[in-house]
């Protein structure tokens, strides 16, 4: 390999990377606040992506994006208050396989309303064919737009966590129910909150890619194994690592599709996941790390 | 200031609390003590709204909160430094405390909020030496002062504590005590809980004895001291008395 494929295969790979990264946040805002993982955290991404697509036949990109972001959170909302919360004496694994029937719930209904073709968003800037040379490689416009979007996601998520009464409220439910309650939280708005929270970056992180990986009613899954693979890989409930984590394995993707077969590349990911479960439970990065970075 | 009529609660087909009234007045300090498992936690964790009581009633300045959310009871005036000191371990001392002025942010009264948090620092230094520190790197004592600011940020009428002499060093229990007490002359009304009987009555005005979820005894600080059957269980003088 030269230089210029070198930097092309990176590029691809991180930029997967950062959408398996902003997945897998989704999963960690959901998992620190309840202790269960969103299996339908992939089909936000969808849900997303197939709104704009759809609302971009009526109003301008930027706004159909906005309206769908909108709408997904919403619908996050809502998934939250009508299956989460309802259920009485909710064990973490209940929980779970209700989010299974969600993502497949979500999943049918896509098939419904947006059939079972393949669609997408035009690209932002330029066509599929325009491409900007960095290093001798040729890279797409939207290729930057999904790297700078899942950046400006997470830098917005740390001050927001950090900062804003709300954003703390939601780390100290995490932290401690009990006490967050004692101190006039209300957790279950907090829960209904990061459901919203993890709806809405997974929307805009499927309309970003969609112009690139295209969008279809049950990719959701996927993404989901994906994300779910990098969020264990970083430690669950730890944003930070789950970027080092994306990034990865989107890089160990995209060198892995250059030297063999394309089909080991969706085995990569699986393989991970077992070692990782096996071998390090905690993820890659230790409980000592995880509790430090929590703090940020 | 509170009143407790014929409270019932428990957990699952558990029943703790078997029928408990009692009463704190304004400005008075009351302690309640009794042996391992005999539902203190469990009276103030209903009081705090954690539990919902299966019956009686619960009024906190005249308004029933037997059955209002949490976050109702906090706004009441009426806080609980729960067992164990549960600070958030994870976030700094500082965030710990305007945590507990989580509802006063929301209603946006800054200002009265860094002045609760000028008082905190003032009555435990070590707090404000320890601001950006994270809250699960304090020792023991350090985390129940935490657990008891971040209560007082609330701006409570009533302020609960639950044995805050619990996994406490000597020293800064009675340091913890001597603050307590200055609170209690600011006016603040207390209701604690404790194992440590002899501190707790110590500070209070009146104290009740649980037994088994019921109150057996109940008495100014005095009485309460001078009762054999107090000393015996509660205060440890017979032992003493065998030993001499
Ligand atoms: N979460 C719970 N679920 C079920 N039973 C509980 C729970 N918490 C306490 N209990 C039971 O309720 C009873 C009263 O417990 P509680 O914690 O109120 O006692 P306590 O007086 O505070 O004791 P201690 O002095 O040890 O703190 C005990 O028998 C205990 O086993
Ligand atoms: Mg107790």
Same mark, same amino acid.
């Given at each position: 390999m030269? +230089?210029?494929?070198?930097?092309? =295969?990176?590029?691809?790979g991180?930029?997967?990377?950062?959408?398996?990264?902003?997945?897998?946040?989704g999963?960690?805002?959901? =998992?620190n606040?309840?202790?269960?993982?969103?299996?339908?955290?992939?089909?936000?991404?969808?849900?997303?992506?197939?709104?704009?697509?759809?609302?971009?036949?009526? !109003?301008?990109?930027?706004?159909?994006?906005? +309206?769908?972001? !909108?709408?997904?959170?919403?619908?996050?909302? +809502?998934?939250?208050?009508?299956?989460?919360?309802?259920?009485?004496?909710a064990? !973490?694994?209940?929980l779970?396989?209700?989010?299974i029937?969600?993502?497949?719930?979500?999943?049918?209904?896509?098939?419904?309303?947006?059939?079972?073709?393949?669609?997408?968003?035009? =690209?932002?800037?330029?066509?599929?064919?325009?491409?900007v040379?960095?290093?001798?490689?040729?890279?797409?416009?939207?290729?930057?737009?999904?790297?700078?979007?899942?950046?400006?996601?997470?830098m917005?998520?740390?001050?927001?966590?950090?900062?804003?009464?709300?954003?703390?409220?939601?780390?100290?439910?995490?932290?401690?129910?009990?006490?967050?309650?004692?101190?006039?939280?209300?957790?279950?708005?907090? !829960?209904? +909150?990061?459901?919203?929270?993890?709806?809405?970056i997974?929307?805009?992180?499927g309309?970003?890619?969609?112009?690139?990986?295209?969008?279809?009613?049950?990719?959701?899954?996927?993404?989901?194994?994906?994300?779910?693979?990098?969020?264990?890989?970083?430690?669950?409930?730890?944003?930070?690592?789950?970027?080092?984590?994306?990034?990865?394995?989107?890089?160990?993707?995209?060198f892995?599709?250059?030297? &063999?077969?394309?089909? =080991?590349?969706?085995?990569?990911?699986?393989?991970?996941?077992?070692?990782?479960?096996? &071998?390090?439970?905690?993820?890659?990065?230790?409980?000592?790390e995880?509790?430090?970075?929590?703090?940020? | 200031?509170?009143?407790?009529?014929?409270?019932?609660?428990g957990?699952?087909?558990?029943?703790?609390?078997?029928?408990?009234?009692?009463?704190?007045?304004?400005?008075?300090?009351?302690?309640?003590?009794?042996?391992?498992?005999?539902?203190?936690?469990?009276?103030?964790?209903? *009081?705090? @709204?954690?539990?919902?009581?299966?019956?009686?009633?619960?009024m /906190?300045?005249k308004?029933? *909160?037997?059955?209002?959310?949490?976050?109702?009871?906090?706004?009441?005036?009426?806080?609980?430094?729960p067992? @164990?000191?549960?600070?958030?371990?994870?976030m700094?001392?500082?965030?710990?405390?305007?945590?507990?002025?989580?509802?006063?942010?929301?209603?946006?009264?800054?200002?009265? *909020?860094?002045?609760?948090?000028? #008082?905190?620092?003032?009555?435990?230094?070590?707090?404000?030496?320890?601001?950006?520190?994270?809250?699960?790197?304090?020792?023991g004592?350090?985390? #129940?002062?935490?657990?008891?600011?971040?209560?007082?940020?609330?701006?409570?009428?009533?302020?609960?504590?639950?044995?805050?002499?619990?996994?406490v060093?000597?020293?800064?229990?009675?340091?913890?005590?001597?603050?307590i007490?200055?609170?209690?002359?600011?006016?603040?009304?207390?209701?604690?809980?404790?194992?440590?009987?002899?501190?707790?009555?110590?500070?209070?005005?009146? @104290?009740?004895? /649980?037994?088994t979820?019921?109150?057996?005894?109940? %008495?100014?600080?005095?009485e309460?001291?001078?009762?054999?059957?107090v #000393?015996?269980?509660?205060? %440890?003088?017979?032992?003493?008395?065998?030993d001499?």
């Amino acid at each position: 390999m030269n +230089l210029p494929q070198v930097v092309q =295969y990176c590029f691809a790979g991180v930029t997967v990377g950062s959408i398996y990264a902003i997945v897998a946040i989704g999963f960690n805002i959901i =998992y620190n606040t309840t202790g269960i993982i969103n299996f339908a955290q992939g089909e936000f991404l969808i849900v997303g992506a197939m709104l704009a697509i759809s609302f971009n036949h009526f !109003v301008p990109l930027p706004v159909a994006i906005f +309206l769908a972001v !909108v709408i997904t959170t919403i619908i996050g909302g +809502l998934v939250e208050i009508v299956f989460i919360r309802q259920v009485r004496n909710a064990s !973490v694994l209940r929980l779970v396989v209700i989010t299974i029937g969600i993502s497949i719930l979500m999943r049918e209904a896509m098939l419904h309303i947006w059939d079972e073709k393949v669609r997408s968003l035009p =690209y932002f800037t330029g066509t599929g064919v325009s491409t900007v040379t960095i290093l001798g490689a040729h890279i797409s416009p939207q290729v930057l737009w999904v790297l700078g979007v899942s950046a400006v996601i997470v830098m917005g998520l740390t001050p927001f966590f950090r900062f804003t009464l709300t954003g703390r409220a939601m780390r100290a439910c995490a932290d401690d129910r009990m006490a967050a309650r004692l101190c006039g939280i209300n957790d279950r708005w907090m !829960v209904t +909150l990061s459901f919203m929270l993890s709806a809405g970056i997974g929307a805009l992180a499927g309309c970003v890619i969609s112009p690139v990986t295209q969008t279809q009613y049950d990719m959701g899954a996927s993404l989901a194994i994906k994300g779910f693979t990098v969020a264990i890989l970083g430690g669950l409930g730890n944003s930070m690592a789950a970027v080092a984590a994306g990034l990865m394995l989107g890089l160990v993707e995209a060198f892995v599709m250059s030297q &063999f077969d394309v089909a =080991y590349k969706e085995a990569v990911s699986i393989v991970i996941l077992l070692l990782i479960l096996v &071998f390090r439970p905690s993820g890659l990065f230790g409980k000592r790390e995880i509790a430090a970075m929590r703090a940020l | 200031m509170l009143k407790i009529l014929n409270l019932e609660a428990g957990y699952g087909q558990l029943r703790v609390l078997k029928g408990i009234s009692l009463h704190v007045l304004p400005g008075e300090a009351v302690a309640i003590i009794g042996a391992n498992g005999a539902g203190k936690t469990t009276l103030l964790k209903t *009081i705090a @709204g954690v539990l919902r009581p299966r019956s009686g009633k619960i009024m /906190f300045n005249k308004q029933d *909160i037997s059955n209002e959310p949490l976050e109702k009871i906090v706004e009441a005036g009426c806080c609980l430094a729960p067992e @164990g000191r549960h600070v958030f371990s994870t976030m700094t001392v500082k965030e710990n405390l305007l945590l507990g002025a989580y509802h006063r942010q929301r209603n946006g009264a800054s200002a009265d *909020i860094a002045s609760s948090l000028k #008082q905190v620092y003032k009555l435990f230094g070590i707090l404000e030496e320890r601001a950006n520190q994270l809250a699960g790197t304090l020792s023991g004592g350090q985390q #129940q002062m935490l657990a008891i600011g971040r209560a007082l940020m609330s701006g409570p009428k009533l302020l609960m504590m639950d044995e805050p002499s619990l996994g406490v060093a000597p020293l800064l229990v009675k340091s913890i005590y001597q603050t307590i007490a200055n609170l209690k002359r600011e006016g603040l009304t207390i209701l604690l809980v404790e194992q440590n009987a002899r501190a707790a009555l110590a500070l209070a005005d009146r @104290g009740y004895v /649980f037994e088994t979820g019921q109150i057996v005894l109940e %008495g100014t600080s005095r009485e309460l001291g001078d009762n054999p059957e107090v #000393q015996r269980a509660y205060l %440890g003088k017979e032992y003493r008395r065998i030993d001499e």
